[in-house]
C-alpha cells in the first residue's frame, strides 16, 4: 500500500500548500486567462511527494483551476527535499514542495530561496511517538538510555522529539537517533532494532492496526503545537523573472487549498490517485491542516524552535524568505 514511500516523505513536508496569495480574486477570471496571456511561463513542472500533504496540487489540476489561469502544471514525484533542492536549482522543477525546517536551514547555509505558498500544518496525532504494545516504556521518561527512529536525522522527526524529551527532563545525549524509511520502521521496532519510532501517517494507522503499536506522545504539542510542516518553494530568481505565472500558480493552489481544507472527501478522493494510500485507509487516517496563506509569524515559530535547539547558529527573518503575495486577478 505505501511501502515504497521513502524515508525522505515527511522530512520534506507533509502538507498541502497555500499561498501567500490575495486569495480573495480566485473565484474570478484572472488577467492571466484566456490561454494564458500574459504569463512569462505556461507550462511548469511542480515537484511533489507522494504523500498527502501536496493533495493541493492535485485537486488543483483536476478541477481545471490551473488551466483557469492559463497554466499548464505537471506534476514531477520526487523522493525528498536533499534531491528537491537541486533540481529547483538546476531548473529542472520550476517550483517544488519543501519542508520548513529544510528550507531554513539552506536559507542558513545562503542558499536563494522564496518560500511562495503554503502546504502542511500539522494536527493532534499526525506526528506520534510510537513503541510495540508489550513494550516496557511508558512514558517519554523512560526513552532515557534507548534508542528512536526517524526518518530523517537533524529535521522535523528528531527537532519535535527533542521538544517532548525537554519537558520529560532529558537531552539529546540521553538518546540515540536512528534513521530508518518509515515503511520500515514497524518490522524494525518488532525485530529489535530500536525501542521506538516517530511515525505520521498512514503509517501511525498502519502499525495500530497490524502490529498493535500504541502512542507513547503526540510529538506536536507544547512548542511544537500546530507546527508549520510544509510548503512550496522556487528559487528567488526563478520567483522575480516569473512573477505573473508565480501568481498564477499561488491563485490556484489557493483554491484549491481552500476547497481540501474544508472538504476531506476531496482529499480521500484524491490520496489513491498518486499515493500509495487505499481508499479504505484514506477515509481513517488523521490528517492536520492545509493553510491557504503563508503567515510569517506562523513560520516563524519553526525558524525560533530550529534556533533554540542548535540547527541553526544565528536568527532568521521568515519575512525575507517569503514571496510576494498573488495579486488579484
Not at 41 to 52: E, F, N, Q, S
Not at 91 to 97: E, M, P, T
Not at 105 to 130: E, R
Not at 227 to 251: C, H, N, S, V
Amino acid at each position: 500500500m505505501t511501502r515504497k514511500l521513502r524515508c525522505s516523505a515527511i522530512a520534506l513536508g507533509v502538507a498541502v500548500a497555500l499561498t501567500l496569495a490575495g486569495c480573495g480574486g480566485s473565484d474570478e477570471p484572472s488577467s492571466a486567462s484566456a490561454g494564458g496571456s500574459g504569463l512569462e511561463k505556461t507550462t511548469i513542472k511542480v515537484g511533489a511527494l507522494p504523500i498527502p500533504d501536496p493533495v493541493a496540487l492535485y485537486v488543483a489540476n483536476e478541477k481545471g483551476y490551473f488551466k483557469e489561469e492559463g497554466l499548464t502544471v505537471q506534476p514531477v514525484t520526487i523522493t525528498g527535499g536533499a534531491a528537491a533542492l537541486p533540481q529547483i536549482e538546476s531548473g529542472a522543477l520550476d517550483i517544488s514542495q519543501t519542508n520548513y525546517v529544510s528550507t531554513f536551514a539552506a536559507v542558513s547555509q545562503g542558499k536563494k530561496i522564496k518560500l511562495v505558498a503554503d502546504m502542511y500544518q500539522a494536527g493532534p496525532n499526525t506526528f506520534n511517538l510510537m513503541v510495540p504494545k508489550d513494550s516496557p516504556i511508558q512514558t517519554v521518561a523512560d526513552l532515557k538510555g534507548k534508542t528512536i527512529l526517524v526518518n530523517n536525522l537533524n529535521n522535523v522527526a528528531t527537532l519535535a522529539t527533542l521538544t517532548q524529551l525537554k519537558v520529560a527532563g532529558l537531552t539529546e545525549d540521553d538518546v540515540k537517533f536512528v534513521e530508518k524509511p518509515f515503511p520500515d520502521m514497524g518490522n524494525a521496532l518488532l525485530s529489535g532494532q530500536a525501542d521506538a519510532c516517530w511515525i505520521t501517517e498512514p503509517f501511525i494507522t498502519a502499525n495500530q492496526s497490524q502490529h498493535g503499536f500504541r502512542k507513547l506522545a503526540d510529538t506536536m504539542t507544547g512548542q511544537t503545537a500546530d507546527l508549520p510542516i510544509a510548503g512550496w518553494m522556487a528559487t528567488e530568481d526563478w520567483a522575480q523573472k516569473y512573477p505573473k505565472t508565480l501568481a498564477a500558480f499561488q491563485r490556484a493552489i489557493a483554491k484549491a487549498q481552500q476547497l481540501v481544507s474544508s472538504d476531506r472527501k476531496e482529499i480521500e478522493a484524491m490520496l489513491p490517485k498518486y499515493t500509495k494510500i487505499d481508499a479504505k485507509t484514506a477515509s481513517v487516517i488523521t490528517l492536520g491542516t492545509f493553510p491557504s496563506e503563508l503567515n510569517a509569524n506562523r513560520l516563524q515559530k519553526v525558524a525560533d524552535l530550529m534556533l533554540e535547539y542548535g540547527y541553526l547558529k544565528s536568527p532568521i527573518d521568515v519575512k525575507s524568505i517569503i514571496a510576494a503575495p498573488a495579486a488579484n486577478g
